[in-house]
């Protein structure tokens, strides 16, 4: 096992899991994961090597957010957004001086990078923005009514999308890399959800100043299609692979203490079966979309094409439902057991922050998204081609 998996799968069983009903509770920020995750150095690991990370691959997020998704889930989120932050920097700093100091700083002091892409007046529309680079001499401010800013108060830097200048059309949009030092943060709305309450998603009014240089030298467009956009959905889907997996372990560890009472396997044991058949089928998708990515990343047509975005956007759809689903099964395995707060076998947690997956970019969108890609695609490729 690569030691950075080894250490999550630690941090996850160690430090998350024991406090992540308190993190519920309280919708607080994991702060004692977070330390432990900096202390690992798990922040940098996909910062190349000549910047000083550990250069590891999306696979290894994949991994680790299906770790600690099993754990502590809105931890697993903020730990996948991170992630996302970092792939799409690193993917598209260009030849920029600016932008690879900043990664290397980084991997060195462990920075948490947020991001504000939903924005007042646009919805969940994330192809879109309405504040705009203000750039003179070199240098820009903006000011952005950002309604989400996950873990906007505990972040070291933050990614915002706004339109490329103010006569830009509102798809005309960059990336900016903000740090701490660049931003203030005005908070307008709170997170009090039923979900995924730790991730403390409050909504801001951003404004922020520094160099053009911070700016992504690639378009929004390009920096979502090749990379924002597959890395979210593939590592939200460990993670909801992850709540779904520890809803079907309680549910394995209950129909257990059944047969132990009851002297052989209980009724529940064959909806069990049927939780787990289903669990393997999310699994799936989410090992097979990633190899799908994987095998495009070395070609910039294959990973612009439109049959990865289908795939991309089927997997979100496809395992944001299925987390569900899995856990009503669990919820029927347990029963009572499952149903109450106060028992070990309690899914109220797991079925929860699974619901904010069909909402986190509203399954609605993507779906729209997807009918009008399948229209301009052709013929499936066989099975093994
Ligand atoms: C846990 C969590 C963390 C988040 N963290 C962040 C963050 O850190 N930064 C950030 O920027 N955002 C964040 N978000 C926000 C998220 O990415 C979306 O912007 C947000 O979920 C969209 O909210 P909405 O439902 O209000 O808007 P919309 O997506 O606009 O949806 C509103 C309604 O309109 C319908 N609808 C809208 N458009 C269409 C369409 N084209 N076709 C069909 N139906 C449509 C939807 O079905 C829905 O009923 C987070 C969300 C969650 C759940």
């Given at each position: 096992?690569?030691?950075?998996?080894a250490?999550?799968?630690?941090?996850?069983?160690e430090?998350?899991?024991?406090h992540a009903?308190?993190?519920?509770?309280r919708?607080?920020?994991?702060?004692?994961?977070?330390a432990?995750?900096?202390?690992?150095?798990?922040?940098?690991?996909?910062?190349?090597?000549?910047?000083?990370?550990?250069?590891?691959?999306?696979?290894?997020?994949?991994?680790?957010?299906?770790e600690?998704?099993?754990?502590?889930?809105?931890?697993?989120?903020?730990?996948?957004?991170?992630q996302?932050?970092?792939?799409?920097i690193v993917?598209?700093a260009?030849?920029?001086?600016?932008?690879?100091?900043?990664?290397?700083?980084?991997?060195?002091?462990q920075?948490?990078?947020?991001?504000?892409?939903s924005?007042?007046?646009?919805?969940?529309?994330?192809?879109?923005?309405?504040?705009?680079?203000?750039q003179q001499?070199?240098r820009?401010?903006?000011?952005?009514?950002?309604?989400?800013?996950?873990y906007?108060?505990?972040?070291?830097g933050?990614?915002?999308t706004?339109?490329?200048?103010p006569?830009?059309?509102a798809?005309?949009?960059?990336?900016v890399?903000?740090?701490?030092?660049g931003?203030?943060?005005?908070?307008e709305?709170?997170?009090?959800?039923?979900?995924?309450?730790?991730?403390?998603?409050?909504?801001?009014?951003?404004?922020?100043?520094?160099?053009?240089?911070?700016?992504?030298?690639?378009?929004?467009?390009?920096?979502?299609?090749?990379t924002?956009l597959?890395?979210?959905?593939?590592?939200?889907?460990?993670?909801?692979?992850?709540?779904?997996?520890?809803a079907?372990?309680r549910s394995?560890?209950?129909?257990?203490?059944?047969?132990r009472k009851?002297g052989?396997?209980?009724?529940?044991a064959?909806?069990?079966?049927?939780?787990s058949?289903?669990?393997?089928?999310?699994?799936?998708?989410v090992?097979?979309?990633?190899?799908?990515?994987?095998?495009?990343?070395?070609?910039?047509?294959?990973?612009?094409?439109?049959?990865?975005?289908?795939?991309?956007n089927?997997?979100?759809?496809?395992?944001?439902?299925?987390?569900v689903?899995?856990?009503?099964q669990?919820?029927?395995?347990?029963?009572?057991?499952g149903?109450?707060?106060?028992?070990?076998?309690?899914?109220g947690?797991n079925?929860?922050?699974?619901?904010?997956?069909?909402?986190?970019?509203?399954?609605?969108?993507i779906?729209?998204?997807?009918?009008?890609?399948?229209?301009?695609?052709r013929?499936?490729?066989?099975?093994?081609?």
């Amino acid at each position: 096992m690569k030691p950075w998996l080894a250490a999550a799968r630690a941090v996850g069983a160690e430090v998350a899991s024991r406090h992540a009903d308190d993190v519920d509770q309280r919708a607080r920020f994991p702060a004692e994961a977070f330390a432990a995750l900096k202390k690992e150095k798990l922040l940098g690991i996909i910062v190349p090597k000549s910047e000083g990370g550990a250069g590891a691959g999306v696979a290894d997020v994949v991994a680790i957010c299906h770790e600690l998704g099993q754990r502590c889930a809105a931890t697993a989120m903020i730990y996948a957004m991170h992630q996302i932050q970092v792939a799409c920097i690193v993917r598209h700093a260009g030849g920029s001086a600016w932008l690879k100091g900043f990664l290397k700083r980084l991997a060195s002091d462990q920075l948490l990078l947020a991001s504000a892409t939903s924005e007042a007046g646009i919805g969940g529309d994330v192809r879109s923005s309405i504040c705009a680079v203000e750039q003179q001499n070199g240098r820009f401010e903006l000011v952005k009514e950002a309604t989400v800013i996950s873990y906007g108060a505990e972040a070291d830097g933050i990614l915002v999308t706004a339109r490329r200048t103010p006569e830009s059309p509102a798809s005309d949009q960059v990336i900016v890399v903000v740090p701490k030092t660049g931003y203030e943060l005005n908070q307008e709305s709170e997170w009090d959800t039923l979900g995924m309450r730790g991730t403390c998603s409050n909504g801001y009014k951003l404004r922020a100043r520094g160099e053009m240089a911070q700016v992504v030298p690639v378009s929004y467009a390009d920096v979502s299609a090749m990379t924002m956009l597959p890395v979210s959905h593939l590592v939200w889907s460990a993670l909801w692979l992850g709540i779904a997996t520890d809803a079907v372990t309680r549910s394995r560890a209950c129909v257990r203490a059944q047969a132990r009472k009851k002297g052989g396997a209980p009724a529940s044991a064959a909806r069990l079966a049927e939780a787990s058949s289903q669990l393997q089928l999310m699994k799936a998708n989410v090992v097979g979309s990633l190899r799908q990515y994987e095998a495009a990343l070395g070609s910039e047509d294959a990973i612009a094409a439109p049959a990865l975005a289908v795939a991309m956007n089927n997997l979100k759809t496809g395992t944001s439902q299925m987390a569900v689903q899995v856990i009503n099964q669990c919820l029927l395995v347990c029963g009572l057991a499952g149903y109450r707060n106060d028992s070990p076998y309690s899914l109220g947690r797991n079925l929860r922050d699974a619901h904010s997956a069909a909402l986190m970019v509203n399954n609605d969108r993507i779906l729209a998204n997807t009918g009008n890609l399948l229209m301009a695609l052709r013929e499936d490729p066989g099975l093994l081609e």
